[in-house]
């Protein structure tokens, strides 16, 4: 029989009127390439918080798509 994994909750908010997505996130491949991305581009994104349950989140400015995640 085959195990599922543990779902891994991710939850991205934007708002028109702001210049930035707000990136919640339990996924641990995701908060890597995230924190890579933040220490590459240190104005444009940053860890905003992270919890004892192993959630983080990041603040990314919205910009061009020339600066995506992970590439």
């Keep these: ?3 599922l994994k543990c779902e891994k909750e991710t939850i991205i908010l ?3 009127d702001d210049g930035f ?3 919640y996130t339990f996924n641990q491949s995701l908060q890597k ?4 991305f933040a220490e590459k581009y240190p104005d444009d994104c940053w860890l905003k ?3 004892e349950d192993g ?3 990041y603040m990314i ?3 061009s ?3 995506r995640v992970g590439k």
């Design 65 to 67: 798509e020339e600066r």
């Design 55 to 57: 959630s983080e989140t």
């Design 33 to 36: 390439r995230l924190r890579s």
């Design 14 to 16: 934007t708002n028109e």
């Design 1 to 3: 029989m085959r195990r």
């Design 21 to 23: 997505y707000d990136v």
């Design 61 to 63: 400015k919205k910009r």
């Design 49 to 51: 918080g992270s919890s």
